[in-house]
């Protein structure tokens, strides 16, 4: 600027802001030489095989290099998803090696690709910036909130399942099969007490009782367009879907053999089956399962697990139900009960109770709470319609999906009603 200035009053000057322009494209030229002689990053992606929905998991990025070099890094992640930490800049030494990590919170089960990374390199004296891609795909799994189930078993083994709501149902000791005989303690009832074997023995002698082991339970999926329903980042399929897991695994804690069959959309069939391995059959069944847009069919499911399921099992139906199902739920809970035993958990919109929260300040609003007072009215008439049937009814919000169902199965069990 100051020779632009001086060759106003100065050929000179004119002349040495001539060349210094000269030289300064120059320079620009062979930085811009420079950058595209440079060599692209060695780029490398690690990331688990299967992802949780919903959780943040952390995905890595390994940058290797030669010459020093700035770059910004942007991966290529699947939509729809969340991430933190993206884009990364960063500065490599001369024949370093970098390790960089973002977070990725994946938004849709199925399949999910990753196609390749985005770089901006920028020349040694940052007169210049070029974008390059490297392809570099990846398929990822994700599956349903299988989280929960090790958060499950860390609780379960320190004795804290009631921090998720799941509540102790007997002491241990009251069930149905007889385990063995062992010395009296505090707090066991008279009734576990075999007294001929105390008398022989001169010292109380208890019997010890287990839950029944190896009964069914099959979880009846709803498919329909009505659990494509919203109340945050996950529709009530994919709650129903994080539910039935953990419920399933705590049945395989207790000997119980889980199975699965869908309705009202893509049919899958899971015959009851013991062993932990049954869990990873689960989520390969259902990691890319998705809400259909036809509507329910209850009676069509009853007649399809008939056919398929012929011993006695606790039959759990998972769906959002509305007061016109009565007529055909009905009908299928009466072909279901000759055999099995049913339990209907619904899942029931978090707006509603926001609504029903909301002071009434205008005649309009005054209108929608009448309205939906007698819509949850209604909707408890059809359970209590259930009820009287002889089925087994929760009407839940999500979140409170899994700790209900645990405990209305460990309930179930104790009673004896399978």
Same mark, same amino acid.
């Given at each position: 600027?100051?020779?632009?200035?001086?060759?106003?009053?100065?050929? $000179?000057?004119?002349?040495?802001?001539?060349?210094?322009?000269?030289?300064?494209?120059?320079?620009?030229?062979?930085?811009?030489?420079?950058?595209?002689?440079?060599? %692209?990053?060695?780029?490398?992606?690690?990331?688990?095989?299967?992802?949780?929905?919903?959780?943040?998991?952390? $995905?890595?990025?390994?940058?290797? %290099?030669?010459?020093?070099?700035?770059?910004?890094?942007?991966?290529?992640?699947?939509?729809?998803? $969340?991430?933190?930490?993206?884009?990364?800049?960063?500065?490599?030494?001369?024949?370093?090696?970098?390790?960089? !990590?973002?977070?990725?919170?994946?938004?849709? #089960?199925?399949?999910? =690709?990753?196609?390749?990374?985005?770089? @901006?390199?920028?020349?040694?004296? @940052?007169?210049?910036?070029? #974008?390059?891609?490297?392809?570099?795909?990846? %398929? $990822?799994?994700?599956?349903?909130?299988?989280?929960?189930?090790?958060?499950?078993?860390?609780?379960?083994?320190?004795?804290?399942?009631? !921090?998720?709501?799941? #509540?102790?149902?007997?002491?241990?000791?009251?069930?149905?099969?007889?385990?063995?005989?062992?010395?009296?303690?505090?707090?066991?009832?008279?009734?576990?007490?075999?007294?001929?074997?105390?008398?022989?023995?001169?010292?109380?002698?208890?019997?010890?009782?287990?839950?029944?082991?190896?009964?069914?339970?099959?979880?009846?999926?709803?498919?329909?367009?009505?659990?494509?329903?919203?109340? /945050?980042?996950?529709?009530?399929?994919?709650?129903?879907?994080?539910?039935?897991?953990?419920?399933?695994?705590?049945?395989?804690?207790?000997?119980?053999?889980?199975?699965?069959?869908?309705?009202?959309? +893509?049919?899958?069939?899971?015959?009851?089956?013991?062993?932990?391995? %049954?869990?990873?059959?689960?989520?390969?069944?259902?990691?890319?399962?998705?809400?259909?847009?036809?509507?329910?069919?209850?009676?069509?499911?009853?007649?399809?697990?008939?056919? @398929?399921?012929?011993?006695?099992?606790?039959?759990?139906?998972?769906?959002?139900?509305?007061?016109?199902?009565?007529?055909? =739920?009905?009908?299928?809970?009466?072909?279901?009960?000759?055999?099995?035993?049913?339990?209907? +958990?619904?899942?029931?919109?978090?707006?509603?109770?926001?609504?029903?929260?909301?002071?009434?300040?205008?005649?309009?609003?005054?209108? #929608?709470?009448?309205?939906?007072?007698?819509?949850?009215?209604?909707?408890?008439?059809?359970?209590? +319609?259930?009820?009287?049937?002889?089925?087994?009814?929760? /009407?839940?919000?999500?979140?409170?999906?899994?700790?209900?169902?645990?405990?209305?199965?460990?309930?179930?069990?104790?009673? !004896?009603?399978?």
């Amino acid at each position: 600027m100051l020779l632009a200035v001086g060759s106003l009053f100065s050929p $000179v000057m004119q002349i040495l802001w001539q060349v210094f322009g000269l030289f300064i494209i120059f320079l620009a030229l062979l930085d811009w030489i420079s950058l595209y002689r440079l060599p %692209t990053p060695t780029l490398e992606r690690k990331l688990a095989h299967s992802l949780p929905l919903g959780i943040w998991s952390p $995905v890595k990025l390994s940058i290797s %290099t030669i010459p020093p070099l700035k770059l910004e890094i942007f991966d290529d992640y699947p939509t729809p998803a $969340v991430v933190q930490d993206q884009p990364y800049q960063v500065f490599l030494p001369a024949t370093k090696k970098l390790q960089i !990590q973002y977070l990725f919170q994946p938004q849709l #089960r199925g399949n999910m =690709l990753f196609p390749g990374i985005h770089l @901006r390199l920028y020349s040694p004296w @940052r007169l210049w910036s070029q #974008r390059r891609y490297q392809h570099l795909p990846q %398929t $990822v799994r994700i599956y349903p909130n299988f989280a929960a189930i090790r958060k499950y078993m860390k609780l379960a083994m320190e004795n804290r399942l009631g !921090q998720l709501g799941i #509540r102790k149902q007997q002491r241990r000791g009251e069930g149905m099969e007889f385990h063995q005989m062992r010395e009296y303690r505090e707090g066991d009832s008279m009734r576990q007490i075999d007294w001929k074997t105390s008398v022989r023995q001169r010292k109380l002698i208890s019997r010890e009782y287990t839950d029944e082991r190896e009964q069914q339970v099959i979880f009846l999926l709803d498919c329909s367009q009505r659990m494509r329903a919203k109340d /945050d980042h996950l529709s009530h399929f994919d709650h129903c879907l994080n539910a039935l897991l953990l419920v399933a695994y705590a049945a395989l804690r207790q000997g119980d053999a889980p199975g699965l069959l869908t309705f009202s959309g +893509a049919t899958r069939w899971l015959p009851p089956r013991p062993g932990q391995d %049954t869990i990873n059959h689960l989520l390969n069944q259902l990691y890319d399962l998705q809400p259909s847009t036809n509507s329910g069919d209850y009676l069509q499911a009853a007649q399809s697990l008939l056919q @398929r399921q012929k011993k006695r099992a606790l039959v759990i139906i998972l769906t959002n139900l509305r007061d016109e199902d009565n007529p055909t =739920l009905l009908t299928a809970l009466g072909l279901l009960r000759k055999k099995h035993v049913v339990l209907i +958990a619904s899942l029931r919109e978090q707006i509603l109770e926001a609504t029903q929260e909301k002071p009434i300040s205008s005649f309009q609003s005054a209108l #929608r709470y009448a309205a939906l007072e007698e819509y949850l009215l209604r909707r408890r008439q059809a359970h209590q +319609a259930l009820n009287a049937q002889g089925a087994l009814s929760i /009407d839940v919000l999500p979140e409170q999906l899994p700790a209900a169902l645990i405990n209305h199965y460990l309930e179930i069990k104790r009673s !004896q009603r399978l």
